[in-house]
């Protein structure tokens, strides 16, 4: 009833830049929190950036001054432009979104299915 699907992931240069995409479709009454996180092979789950439903954002250390989130809270969608990419930065991403599918609640966390973010030269 509820997906979130992500977009704009591949293969890019050290350097380079990526825009990744998440749509949230189906049945849902208000959306708070959206945010990225990502997994690189043997290691844990890490969060990258989160942003309100008010626009305030924050940020991983590593992540600061290089990518951006931004929100389109008329249409349900989450951005990351990724700039100055590394190779640390290779991992799967994967969109989250806190929602309420109906008034009252309960607030639920809802996860895409990840895309593969690559950088190598």
């Known amino acids: 009833q509820v997906q979130l699907v992500e977009s704009g992931g591949g293969l890019v240069q050290p350097g380079g830049s990526l825009r990744l995409s998440c749509a949230a479709s189906?049945?849902?009454?208000?959306?708070?929190?959206m945010g990225w996180y990502r997994q690189a092979p043997g290691k844990q789950r890490e969060l990258v950036a989160v942003?309100?439903?008010?626009?305030?954002?924050n940020y991983a250390e590593s992540v600061k001054g290089r990518f951006t989130i931004s929100r389109d809270n008329a249409d349900n969608w989450v951005y990351l432009q990724m700039n100055i990419l590394k190779p640390e930065d290779t991992a799967v991403y994967y969109c989250?979104?806190?929602?309420?599918?109906?008034?009252?609640?309960?607030?639920?966390?809802?996860w895409g299915q990840g895309t593969q973010v690559t950088v190598s030269s």
């Open positions: 942003i309100t439903s008010g626009g305030s954002t």
């Open positions: 189906g049945s849902i009454f208000r959306i708070y929190d």
């Open positions: 989250n979104a806190h929602l309420a599918r109906y008034a009252v609640g309960p607030i639920t966390n809802y």
